[in-house]
Each structure stands twice: as structure tokens, then as C-alpha cells.
């Protein structure tokens, strides 16, 4: 009997709260607080979840790259680059375009191991700060971003500037002389292939980790 006198009423009158109403158990003020703070959560809810699905959506939505003829074998030496044009995303007209840079694969400049899928090398020209385009210039035999000052060496190594990594590239294969340029995919510093990632995003030591792969990106062996 003691301890249900000692209990503390649920009821607000009797706990001699200042303005309470007979049978009130929650009192106006707690009341309105929790409202207020469960309009609140929605109103934010509102304006962050589109904003991560938009977000975090090309995340896992997959990708496929065609494969485009870009010249005959005979168009392109390994010596420097020529550009072509590719489509990268169809349904948007022009702006879903880009420029490679192609040429054919020097045992002189190429350090990688030589197969199927890069007898000729394709470059692609977002820079890897921040994306700006890049271009080769011939003279200095370097590729230049005039943005923000990222330099690559002939290969698409970083050579100064704000970059993270070389620059990406496509794989490539021949069929009935001709070249065709095919899903992009990104390198380190010592050109080992990954799946495609961000500008801005490194992949030597920790990065490979920080910034992992797309789940629904297509992949293509040695990748």
C-alpha cells in the first residue's frame, strides 16, 4: 500500500504541474515540443531523402558500355594520339558524347602487359580532379588541363597539378581491322585496372578501399 502512495501519478494534476487539466497525463507543453519536432523530421525527411536517392541512385543502377568503331587499324599510330568521338550515353543527344584520344600500343612508352584489350590505347579526357576536359598537346607530348593545371605524361600518368590519379581509359579490341573503343575503366599510378570511379577519387594504398566499386557495373576479366 506504501509504495502505490509513494507512486508517482501519470496524471499532470496530480503532480501540481502549473496550468494542468483534470484526466491530462501529457502536458501542453510536451505535447507541442513532440509535435513540433516530428514536423520537423518530416519537413527533413522531405528534402533529404530525394536528395540521397538521386544521389546514391547511379550507384546502383547498371551501366552498359557498347562497343563503337572508332577507325581502321591503319588510322592510328604509337606515336601520338588522335581524338575520336564516342557516345557514352545515348538517350541524351550531344551532351552524351566524348572525346577518346586513341593510339596504338607502344612496347617503347607502355608499361603494362600487352593483351586483347588494349593493342591500342584509349584515353579519356576527364581530368581526374575534378573532371574539366583535358587536351594532348602534340609539342610537349603531355596532356594538359587548362582548368585547374593538371599535366599528364604521355601515357596518362599524373605529371603535376591537383589530380588523384591517371587519367582513365577504354578498353579497345579489333575485329576485321577495324578499332573499337568499349566500356571505361580506371588505373592507378602503376596502370592496374579497375572498375570505372569518380574523378577525385584515388586508387593507390587506402583509396582502392575508400572508393569501392559500383555493385551493378559491368566488369570485363582482369578488371
Given at each position: 500500500?506504501?509504495?502505490?502512495?509513494?507512486?508517482?501519478?501519470?496524471?499532470?494534476?496530480?503532480?501540481?504541474?502549473?496550468?494542468?487539466?483534470?484526466?491530462?497525463?501529457?502536458?501542453?507543453?510536451?505535447?507541442?515540443?513532440?509535435?513540433?519536432?516530428?514536423?520537423?523530421?518530416?519537413?527533413?525527411?522531405?528534402?533529404?531523402?530525394?536528395?540521397?536517392?538521386?544521389?546514391?541512385?547511379?550507384?546502383?543502377?547498371?551501366?552498359?558500355?557498347?562497343?563503337?568503331?572508332?577507325?581502321?587499324?591503319?588510322?592510328?599510330?604509337?606515336?601520338?594520339?588522335?581524338?575520336?568521338?564516342?557516345?557514352?550515353?545515348?538517350?541524351?543527344?550531344?551532351?552524351?558524347?566524348?572525346?577518346?584520344?586513341?593510339?596504338?600500343?607502344n612496347p617503347a612508352v607502355d608499361e603494362e602487359e600487352r593483351d586483347q584489350y588494349n593493342?591500342?590505347?584509349?584515353?579519356?579526357?576527364?581530368?581526374?580532379?575534378?573532371?574539366?576536359?583535358?587536351?594532348?598537346?602534340?609539342?610537349?607530348?603531355?596532356?594538359?588541363?587548362?582548368?585547374?593545371?593538371?599535366?599528364?605524361?604521355?601515357?596518362?600518368?599524373?605529371?603535376?597539378?591537383?589530380?588523384?590519379?591517371?587519367?582513365?581509359?577504354?578498353?579497345?579490341?579489333?575485329?576485321?581491322?577495324?578499332?573499337?573503343?568499349?566500356?571505361?575503366?580506371?588505373?592507378?599510378?602503376?596502370?592496374?585496372?579497375?572498375?570505372?570511379?569518380?574523378?577525385?577519387?584515388?586508387?593507390?594504398?587506402?583509396?582502392?578501399?575508400?572508393?569501392?566499386?559500383?555493385?551493378?557495373?559491368?566488369?570485363?576479366?582482369?578488371?
Amino acid at each position: 500500500m506504501a509504495d502505490r502512495k509513494n507512486a508517482k501519478s501519470k496524471y499532470t494534476i496530480d503532480r501540481q504541474i502549473p496550468g494542468a487539466f483534470e484526466g491530462e497525463t501529457v502536458t501542453r507543453r510536451r505535447f507541442m515540443t513532440g509535435a513540433a519536432h516530428t514536423a520537423g523530421g518530416i519537413a527533413t525527411a522531405a528534402f533529404v531523402l530525394p536528395s540521397l536517392g538521386f544521389a546514391l541512385g547511379p550507384l546502383f543502377e547498371a551501366k552498359e558500355q557498347s562497343w563503337q568503331a572508332v577507325g581502321a587499324i591503319g588510322d592510328f599510330g604509337g606515336d601520338t594520339y588522335v581524338p575520336r568521338t564516342i557516345t557514352l550515353t545515348p538517350e541524351i543527344g550531344d551532351v552524351g558524347k566524348a572525346t577518346v584520344f586513341v593510339r596504338q600500343f607502344n612496347p617503347a612508352v607502355d608499361e603494362e602487359e600487352r593483351d586483347q584489350y588494349n593493342e591500342y590505347i584509349a584515353i579519356s579526357t576527364a581530368c581526374m580532379h575534378l573532371g574539366c576536359p583535358v587536351n594532348f598537346v602534340q609539342a610537349a607530348k603531355r596532356f594538359i588541363c587548362p582548368c585547374h593545371g593538371g599535366v599528364y605524361d604521355f601515357v596518362g600518368k599524373v605529371a603535376g597539378g591537383p589530380p588523384v590519379r591517371p587519367l582513365d581509359r577504354f578498353y579497345t579490341r579489333v575485329e576485321g581491322g577495324t578499332v573499337l573503343v568499349g566500356p571505361r575503366f580506371s588505373v592507378n599510378s602503376e596502370l592496374r585496372r579497375f572498375s570505372p570511379r569518380d574523378p577525385g577519387e584515388p586508387l593507390d594504398g587506402v583509396g582502392q578501399f575508400l572508393y569501392p566499386s559500383r555493385p551493378t557495373m559491368r566488369k570485363i576479366e582482369g578488371t
